[in-house]
């Protein structure tokens, strides 16, 4: 059990715990953690450096893409780096201001990413049944809108939830159970009524994922119709093969972080040591996974993926 030394408290500084009653095994929990960080840095910094490089992938669907790697960099290294400190260093403290900006970027990553994926959903949607005006719709200055629109919502759904947790006093413990500091987690150390973060920190953010994963499930119903109706097998494969990938990272997405999300709220016999375990893993291997699925499934990328490692390319 780690014992804090609070004789000279700081009033501005938390201490996370990492994951309570496994610190006897941070430093080996730290090894696969560390290990499929790197797999998402790397993973995604290749296909960003694809999609920047190489004309033939500037189309919308590689647009939003580089977008959702680039989200996915921002989700995982907003908590990874600082897990990693608390299991091989023992670096405990963080800032309320550290604190606040750590949780901002966390949510606003898991928003965003849900975001992109129905602007994904969109972009298949327009691409498989309306073929003749994917370039009419899906214009460079439409994707811009896009793209704007997504991070400005993402941005304006977040942003309250650092002022609702400034304005609350912490008079009691600073010590949060958990490896990064999260909205609700936070907001449960005060003294004061936090009924207004549980309402706005849950239902908000929840509502608006659900609202996308009802007009992901609206696109994907609309377009497995259209692709039933195409006249040959070979055309119909080939639509549903341009939607698998996008199918495989929605699954990833969205089924941990449900999960994950409603045992935090209403899982009261979920140990606690797994709910953290789990939401360690949540924001680390969706963005290690994403580039590799997008890599096998996609053509276009695994070749230049392939032509990128080549001898001759190294050389």
Not at 65 to 81: E, K, Q, R
Not at 254 to 279: D, E, K, Q
């Amino acid at each position: 059990m780690v014992i804090f030394n609070l004789s000279s408290f700081n009033l501005d500084v938390f201490f996370l715990v990492g994951i309570p009653g496994l610190e006897q095994f941070h430093i080996w929990i730290g090894i696969p953690f560390c290990i499929i960080y790197l797999v998402a840095v790397v993973g995604n910094s290749i296909l960003l450096y694809l999609i920047i490089v190489e004309r033939s992938l500037h189309e919308p669907m590689f647009f939003f893409l580089s977008l959702l790697a680039f989200t996915d960099l921002v989700l995982s290294t907003a908590g990874v780096p600082k897990t990693l400190s608390i299991f091989w260093l023992g670096a405990r403290e963080i800032t309320f201001t550290g604190c606040l900006t750590q949780m901002f970027f966390l949510h606003y990553s898991f928003v965003l990413d849900s975001a992109i994926l129905l602007a994904m959903a969109f972009d298949r949607y327009v691409a498989i049944c309306s073929p003749l005006r994917y370039t009419t719709i899906l214009t460079p200055r439409a994707i811009t809108k896009i793209i704007v629109g997504i991070c400005f919502r993402s941005f304006c759904i977040i942003l309250p939830d650092v002022f609702l947790l400034k304005r609350l006093p912490f008079c009691q413990t600073r010590i949060i159970p958990h490896t990064y500091c999260e909205h609700i987690g936070v907001a449960r150390l005060s003294c004061a009524d936090i009924s207004i973060n549980i309402w706005y920190g849950f239902a908000v953010p929840i509502m608006t994922v659900i609202s996308d994963v009802i007009l992901i499930a609206v696109s994907y119903t609309l377009i497995l119709h259209a692709v039933f109706h195409l006249p040959s097998h070979a055309a119909r494969q080939k639509a549903l093969g341009t939607c698998g990938s996008h199918v495989c990272v929605i699954l990833m997405f969205y089924t941990p972080a449900f999960f994950s999300i409603l045992a935090h709220r209403f899982g009261h016999n979920v140990p606690r040591t797994f709910h953290i375990m789990f939401a360690n893993l949540y924001i680390v291997i969706p963005p290690a996974l994403n580039p590799i699925v997008y890599g096998v499934k996609t053509k276009k990328i695994r070749d230049k993926v392939v032509i990128l490692f080549s001898p001759k390319a190294i050389q």
